[in-house]
């Protein structure tokens, strides 16, 4: 296999690291590697397949001799190097939502939409991570009747929101133990043994940033332009794997049988789905490894046509960096 001239763009924050990882656990053919960041992380040093890479900053030039570059840095940053990346003649792969819902910006999720990415003009859109992890958990349902709409609930892991996420969480833990106070910087509440019905601003009707995306990403990514999803994103006292309550309805009912079989086959997936043996997916089954695990899959009482599915996967690999590096696979 050819080698690759690749940059990580954002290489030192918590997705970009990931990134790193996975490219070494893929044995994804690496020529030329770059990492690139703010002025702040330039000359650090961050160690890949033996050697260790010099952190480079992030700037037009930098893109040059670049085959592909992988983003992991933020809408801003991502728009602002977008052109530069073009010009140099490498494919961007951007895990920001900067370029999601641009019409000529292909939006891939590779186990349900790879013939998508063959559309790029120079860059492909790695969706959002609740959205990834649902429509891989749910999108073999289309192969028996179309899905036309879901409601949805998030259960999204402290890391989500970033390093700081984790680091937040424990401290309040540990204060808490001591009967201390801890300040809440990354959170707008107490995460631990809580959870914060809100992620992302609100829009006009009531619903945040985040729960509108996997409406708007779902029917990009599974072709479904009138698909209508109704969400609900909270944040709970997890680490790390994100975990959705989802009923999915359909046009023409599927029975649980038929649901329990076509997940089970579908790429990404693991069938975790066994209530008397206490088997479904959890968040620490499914952190650090990369397929969504689906369960509790049952009828749903209020609509024939309807099933109700539980499903987890980690936000981090699966989510964002897996993804990322799996459309550089199709490419």
């Not at 893929?26 to 030329?32: I, K």
């Not at 991502?78 to 370029?99: L, R, T, Y």
């Not at 698909?227 to 309805?249: D, E, F, G």
Request: aromatic share 4%; with cysteine; proline share 5%.
């Amino acid at each position: 296999m050819k080698l690759k001239n690749v940059a990580i763009l954002g290489a030192t924050g918590a997705v970009g690291r990931e990134m790193l990882k996975i490219l070494e656990e893929r044995n994804f053919p690496v020529g030329e590697l770059k990492l690139l960041a703010s002025a702040r992380s330039v000359g650090k040093k961050i160690p890949f397949k033996g050697r260790e890479i010099t952190v480079e900053l992030a700037e037009a030039k930098a893109f040059e001799g670049m085959d592909l570059v992988l983003g992991a840095a933020s809408n801003a940053i991502a728009k602002e190097m977008a052109p530069a990346i073009v010009q140099a003649g490498a494919v961007f792969v951007d895990n920001s939502s900067a370029f999601r819902m641009d019409p000529k910006v292909p939006l891939i999720v590779p186990e349900v939409n790879p013939e998508d990415a063959k559309k790029h003009q120079g860059i492909i859109a790695n969706p959002n991570c609740s959205t990834i992890i649902t429509v891989t958990a749910v999108n073999a349902l289309n192969s028996i009747s179309p899905i036309r709409s879901m409601v949805a609930s998030t259960y999204q892991a402290v890391s989500g929101a970033g390093a700081g996420g984790p680091i937040e969480l424990a401290g309040e833990v540990e204060a808490l133990a001591r009967g201390e106070r801890y300040e809440n910087t990354v959170f707008p509440y107490q995460i631990a043994y809580n959870v914060i019905p809100q992620i992302g601003g609100a829009d006009e009707e009531g619903y945040t940033t985040e729960e509108m995306k996997m409406q708007n990403e779902g029917r990009k990514i599974m072709h479904l332009p009138e698909l209508r999803v109704n969400c609900t994103c909270v944040r709970v006292p997890v680490v790390r794997s994100h975990s959705i309550s989802v009923t999915v309805r359909t046009e023409k009912p599927i029975s649980v049988e038929e649901a329990r079989a076509v997940i089970a086959a579908a790429p990404g997936c693991r069938l975790a789905d066994d209530l008397d043996g206490k088997v479904y997916p959890m968040p620490l089954d499914t952190t650090d490894q990369d397929l969504v695990f689906v369960g509790r899959i049952r009828k749903d009482l209020t609509d024939e046509n309807g099933l109700a599915i539980w499903c987890c996967g980690d936000q981090v690999r699966k989510g964002a960096a897996t993804n990322a590096i799996q459309i550089a696979e199709l490419l």
